[in-house]
T-cell receptor, first 116, second 113 residues
Framework: SAVISQKPSRDICQRGTSLTIQCQVD?????MFWYRQQPGQSLTLIAT?????????ESGFVIDKFPISRPNLTFSTLTVSNMSPEDSSIYLC?????????????FGPGTRLTVL | AQSVAQPEDQVNVAEGNPLTVKCTYS??????LFWYVQYPNRGLQFLLK??????LVKGSYGFEAEFNKSQTSFHLKKPSALVSDSALYFC???????????FGTGTRLTVIP
């Protein structure tokens, strides 16, 4: 399975500012995903990031609020823009494992964001 | 459309007893089903998956899950619970042809010494 790291692991930010979260994978992967896990809740997919194309956003998420970069096959960033306290969540990146038929996803350790 | 239901927010079990964490799903095609575990302050760890074939699948840490097509269920089981199994468990489904996983709301398992 891929080894995934995220930076920062946690941050406390002021309202109105932006934070960029980095996701690094130790192998080349086609598909990377960004999820949000709000306090006490399940994971919600924000967007799918493929290298060389625009990210695909899920309903309720827009590029202006959550711009994503995918410059190569091992790296992606998610920016949380113009933050409000409602953005306080754990943000996780994941990658698809192409070894198995069902292509399960493996997750990074997450970035815990608190917005004051 | 795909959906996953974990009807129990919390499951408590005594150490050494068998445990079951329930999951039901709804997909339009053939389901790919997954269980993940989340320990405190850590990311999600993959436990096991069902793709096709034998309805009973075995995964990490002694966990297993049984796929039941008629009941559209994929319950997670372990014959003898350990205190270290205490964590948050998520069931997830992936519909045929879909790229992303859809997660249930999670079940917090507490194993009592």
């Amino acid at each position: 399975s891929a080894v995934i790291s995220q930076k920062p692991s946690r941050d406390i930010c002021q309202r109105g500012t932006s934070l960029t979260i980095q996701c690094q994978v130790d192998s080349q992967v086609t598909m990377m995903f960004w999820y949000r896990q709000q306090p006490g809740q399940s994971l919600t997919l924000i967007a799918t990031a493929n290298q060389g194309s625009e990210a695909t956003y899920e309903s309720g998420f827009v590029i202006d609020k959550f711009p994503i970069s995918r410059p190569n096959l091992t790296f992606s960033t998610l920016t949380v823009s113009n933050m409000s306290p409602e953005d306080s969540s754990i943000y996780l990146c994941s990658v698809e494992d192409l070894q198995g038929l069902a292509n399960e996803q493996f997750f990074g350790p997450g970035t815990r964001l608190t917005v004051l | 459309a795909q959906s996953v239901a974990q009807p129990e927010d919390q499951v408590n079990v005594a150490e050494g007893n068998p445990l079951t964490v329930k999951c039901t799903y709804s997909v339009s095609g053939n389901p790919y089903l997954f269980w993940y575990v989340q320990y405190p302050n850590r990311g999600l760890q993959f436990l096991l998956k069902y793709i096709t074939g034998d309805n009973l699948v075995k995964g990490s840490y002694g966990f297993e899950a049984e796929f039941n097509k008629s009941q559209t269920s994929f319950h997670l089981k372990k014959p003898s619970a350990l205190v270290s199994d205490s964590a948050l468990y998520f069931c997830a489904v992936r519909d045929t042809g879909a790229n992303n996983l859809f997660f249930g709301t999670g079940t917090r398992l507490t194993v009592i010494p």
